[in-house]
C-alpha cells in the first residue's frame, strides 16, 4: 500500500477508491493527475479507460491501458451500459466551470453524471469524491473565475437521483485530513482556497 503525506487529500482517499473499485472494465476518469493509481488498476488486473481532457505523455505503458481524450460533460464516445465501475476523484465539482481548460456549460456536473449512468452497466459502480459543505456555492480561483462547486447533502440527492447511494463517508482537513462524522461535515462552510472538506461516495446504478 502507497503511502502520502496527511495533508493531500490523496492520504485519505487513495485507500478507499482501492478497495471500493469492483468488476472487470473500469472507467477512470481525470486520470492523469493521479496516474499512479490508474496504473496500479491496470496491474491488479482490471481493462482501464483513462478519460481526460489533456494530452497524455504514455510515461507507463499498460496492455490494460486504454486512453480516451475527450470532455466529459458531453456524451462520451462509449456504448450504453460499457462499465463495470467509474472512479472520479475531485473531478466532478469542476466540470463545465472552464478552469482546466474545459467548456464552459451550466450543469456540467449534471450531465456528466448522466453520462455516468449510461455507460454503467446494471449494479454498476459510480465511485465519486467532491468537496461537501453546509452551503452550495461556486469557489473562486485567485483571479476571480470559477474553480470549483461545493455539495450539501440536498446537491447530492438531486445530482445521484438516478443512483443508489450504497455508502457515503466524509474527512476534513485540520491541518492534514482527518475522517469525519456527518454531524461535523455538514457544520462545514467556507466561501475561498482548496475544499477543507469532501465527502466519498460509492453510488450503485
Avoid at 492523469?32 to 488498476?41: A, G
Avoid at 505523455?57 to 450504453?80: A, Q
Avoid at 460499457?82 to 482546466?100: N, R
Amino acid at each position: 500500500m502507497l503511502s502520502f503525506s496527511k495533508d493531500k487529500e490523496w492520504s485519505i482517499d487513495y485507500p478507499w477508491f482501492s478497495s471500493k473499485v469492483a468488476g472487470g472494465r473500469v472507467m477512470d476518469t481525470g486520470f492523469i493527475e493521479h496516474n499512479f493509481f490508474t496504473k496500479e488498476l491496470c496491474d491488479r488486473g482490471f481493462s482501464v479507460y483513462g478519460v481526460d481532457l489533456d494530452e497524455w505523455d504514455y510515461r507507463w505503458v499498460s496492455d490494460n491501458f486504454n486512453y480516451v481524450k475527450t470532455e466529459l460533460c458531453e456524451e462520451l464516445p462509449f456504448s450504453n451500459e460499457f462499465f463495470d465501475c467509474i472512479v472520479s476523484p475531485s473531478l466532478i465539482e469542476h466540470l463545465g466551470l472552464g478552469h482546466y481548460g474545459d467548456i464552459i456549460i451550466d450543469e456540467g456536473d449534471s450531465l456528466a453524471v448522466g453520462e455516468f449512468y449510461r455507460v454503467l452497466k446494471p449494479s454498476g459502480v459510480l465511485l465519486v469524491q467532491i468537496p461537501f459543505g453546509s452551503v452550495s456555492r461556486i469557489i473562486l480561483n485567485g483571479i476571480g473565475k470559477p474553480f470549483y462547486k461545493t455539495y450539501t447533502d440536498r446537491c447530492i440527492r438531486r445530482l445521484f437521483s438516478k443512483f443508489t447511494i450504497k455508502s457515503k463517508s466524509y474527512a476534513i482537513k485540520n491541518g492534514w485530513w482527518e475522517p469525519a462524522n456527518e454531524d461535523e461535515a455538514m457544520k462545514m462552510d467556507y466561501c475561498s482556497g482548496l475544499t477543507p472538506c469532501i465527502v466519498r461516495l460509492e453510488a450503485v446504478k
